[in-house]
């Protein structure tokens, strides 16, 4: 089936009135779009018309090839026009509206993935669905107009056995969002060790990771592994996460010009990324890198952090403050590497380039060999593309499709004592060529036409990044990232938060803040507001967490079985109400907010916080029994629950020397189940003794800043040494 070209500008869809990227971009295929609402759901209704319901998101590649294909295709968006209401959704913007279809896409057909297409009743209940489909038969699968083809002559003439099968399907979706979930179960150390058996049995000892290609960095289990090791001195734990994170950082998923790490690799050698770059994981690894730092006191892990968040921070900032989700894969090939759309942005170099230009995936971060030699000379180019792995006719073996043809992507292909040893120089010498190397390769790159950006503003990713920058403000003592974290928890406050009924909203962008907030949003925001009050010390952010702790209560709380739906009971626009248990990309909402309630316990005394903690692992418990695995960043809260209490409280003038002192010293040690308190003066004493009674007495003795470090409710002498203070967080660490 030829796409017809169209015999005159398009007029837009429903879509151009919405504000996310992904569902703006698709505002002029001829398709009659609409976005997810009652507006499509009674048209639906009214016209006994099945729904198409597409969704995806801005960075996905295989959205994009579907959308050129199909959704631009006059002849087939004829056929959807015809027999059926047509839905696009964002992802992003809806993980409800995507966890429910994905469920029942998975279960149907042994799979998932994005695009997701699902054919809905118009009472919403799915009955047939898959992920990509080409426009005609192609790769083994069925073309995309023969399927719309059957789907609407089935619904014209078994419309009973279809609405029958979809009440069916629509009931499995309700038990499969209570499965495994019982307000009882056993929480014992044998989760964690038999979690660690199965997940160690994946690891790729080679490569680092687990699991066969594609690989994902996953940061939730090494979040578990760094857990593992701090409670039993389990070095082999360590070893794989280090292993996982030295490979990853030398990888092509790397990027080592601009800094951060792109979604996954297509490889086992984490050398072929696919080239997305979003917040999440961003903010994640920064986190794991930070926490290798601190146990390891390698420098390499916190030149990882700095890169990390320097990119984001360059990149990814919003002027007002929050951070942006994602960059997208695919960008302009500029033909014959010439100079054409240099500073300009993808769609002014588009215009300027005319319908031939064609995007490809990578197409912003790869070189030819004769790039880099141009741009740096004979003499520094060997010299990097020795380092670098460059080769004269590219360096990807693999490339299927032919979309790496004569190009390279860049890993450390030799360290830097290797290259040294290689050319016979110092090591200072080539890494200061190699610098220099980057410095030109990074400004001839942003000459390139960039690759499109998804600018809006996420509640639940930005709350991850407040934690990765708050914990690395602390960790490396940069003030800069602190800066940057409160200017995004002010933000959240000012645009995505009603102070006057406490509640959350999901996404800004241009100035419009919607999508009541789902329960990741709430937890993330208070993870990030915990970590941010322990590198800050200001009272506010606990403040402010707590009194969403209590609004999430209110809005997600499963009063039956323990732990919190994904969705409040307010929602009405869905056929069933789910929880997300599964850690993957992003960790689940569920397992943060079991953390959560246990910090918000320690900090403020409230027993019932620890009781709903408890409740949460408890539905999970047949689950973290079961399939461990699926659930790593819950098991995180468990070896926090069965860890002993272990609090730091440090008494004195937050500006002082000797505090500060104290503080670096507590940042320094890897301490994952403590809770940090600092007390500057008699007001804050009295105000923290609201929550903890024995901190009004706690003070500075002799006038100097002095450290409490209490385990097991036990309280160790206190004292002004940073030394002592250091061999007490030794003392007990576990390893």
């Known amino acids: 089936m030829n796409e017809p070209a169209p015999s005159a500008p398009r007029r837009p869809n429903r879509l151009i009135r919405e504000k996310s990227p992904y569902l703006v971009g698709h505002a002029y295929n001829p398709v009659e779009w609409y976005p997810w609402g009652e507006e499509a759901f009674e048209r639906a209704r009214r016209e006994s018309k099945p729904i198409f319901l597409s969704v995806g998101y801005s960075t996905c590649h295989w959205c994009h090839v579907m959308e050129k294909e199909s959704f631009e295709n006059e002849e087939i968006a004829a056929i959807l026009n015809r027999h059926f209401v047509s839905i696009k959704v964002d992802r992003e913007e809806r993980p409800d509206v995507d966890r429910v279809y994905m469920t029942f896409v998975q279960a149907s057909t042994g799979s998932g993935g994005w695009p997701m297409s699902v054919f809905l009743t118009p009472d919403l209940k799915p009955f047939w669905g898959g992920t990509y489909w080409p426009p005609e038969d192609r790769y083994g699968r069925p073309g995309f107009g023969r399927i719309l083809e059957s789907v609407a002559n089935t619904w014209q003439n078994e419309r009973e056995r279809v609405t029958g099968h979809a009440a069916e399907v629509a009931e499995y979706l309700r038990q499969a969002s209570r499965a495994n979930v019982s307000p009882s179960g056993s929480l014992n150390a044998s989760i964690l060790d038999a979690a660690y058996r199965e997940i160690k049995s994946g690891y790729d000892p080679a490569y680092g990771g687990f699991g066969d290609a594609p690989k994902f960095p996953r940061p939730a289990i090494f979040n578990f592994l760094l857990r593992i090791y701090a409670r039993k001195g389990e070095h082999e734990a360590l070893e794989m996460t280090l292993h996982t994170l030295n490979r990853m950082a ?184 190699l610098r220099k190397a980057r410095a030109k390769l990074f400004e001839a790159r942003s000459r390139r036409p960039r690759p499109s950006l998804d600018d809006k503003i996420l509640t639940a990713w930005n709350g991850l990044m407040l934690s990765a920058l708050a914990r690395a403000a602390a960790v490396l003592g940069e003030e800069k990232y602190l800066t940057a974290a409160e200017q995004a928890a002010a933000f959240i406050r000012s645009k995505l938060y009603d102070a006057a009924t406490g509640t959350l909203r999901r996404r800004y962008r241009q100035g419009e803040a919607a999508i009541d907030g789902f329960l990741e949003d709430y937890a993330f925001l208070i993870q990030g507001l915990l970590d941010l009050y322990e590198a800050s010390f200001r009272p506010a952010y606990l403040a402010w967490a707590m009194r969403l702790q209590e609004k999430q209560n209110e809005l997600f709380w499963d009063h039956a079985a323990g732990g919190y739906f994904s969705t409040a009971a307010s929602s009405a ?61 819950m098991l995180v809260a468990l070896d926090f629950l069965l860890s002993p209490p272990r609090e730091i409280i440090i008494a004195g003038d937050r500006q002082d020397a000797d505090t500060q002192a104290l503080l670096r010293v507590a940042h320094a040690h890897f301490i994952p189940n403590k809770v940090l308190v600092a007390v500057d003066g008699p007001e804050e004493g009295r105000e923290w003794a609201r929550w903890l009674p024995f901190i009004e007495n706690v003070k500075p003795l002799d006038g100097k800043a002095t450290a409490y470090v209490c385990e097991n409710f036990v309280c160790n002498l206190p004292t002004s040494d940073p030394r002592e203070l250091a061999r007490l967080l030794e003392k007990g660490s576990g390893k």
């Open 573 to 633: 626009d869905l056929p069933v109400r789910m929880r997300d248990r599964y850690d993957g990309a992003e960790p689940s909402g569920n397992s943060v907010a079991a953390t959560n309630l246990l910090r918000l316990a320690r900090l403020t005394g409230r027993g019932e916080w620890r009781a709903d903690a408890e409740k949460t692992l408890q539905a999970f418990a047949q689950q973290l029994e079961k399939a461990p695995e699926t659930l790593p960043q």
């Open 250 to 433: 030398a990888g092509g998923i790397h990027d080592h010009l601009g800094g951060g790490f792109h979604r996954y690799s297509v490889d086992a050698a984490w050398h072929v990324p696919h080239f997305e770059k979003m917040l999440y994981d961003q903010a994640q690894l920064a986190v794991s890198y930070t926490e290798a730092f601190q146990i390891t006191r390698e420098p390499s892990y916190a030149s990882v952090v700095r890169n990390i968040l320097d990119y984001v921070m360059r990149d990814l900032a919003s002027p007002e403050g929050g951070f942006y989700a994602a960059e997208d894969a695919d960008s302009l090939i500029e033909e014959n590497e010439s100079p054409l759309g240099a500073g300009k942005s993808e769609t002014e170099a588009t215009d300027a380039a005319g319908p031939h230009r064609e995007h490809g995936e990578g197409a912003f971060y790869v070189w030819t060999a004769e790039e880099i030699e141009r741009i740096l000379g004979a003499e520094a180019a060997e010299i990097f593309n020795f380092c670098y792995g460059v080769e004269p006719n590219g360096n990807v073996e693999d490339d299927p499709q032919g979309e790496f043809r004569g190009k390279n992507i860049l890993f450390v292909a030799h360290t830097l004592a290797e290259s040294a040893q290689h050319f016979e120089r110092p090591v200072e010498e080539i890494e200061a060529t």
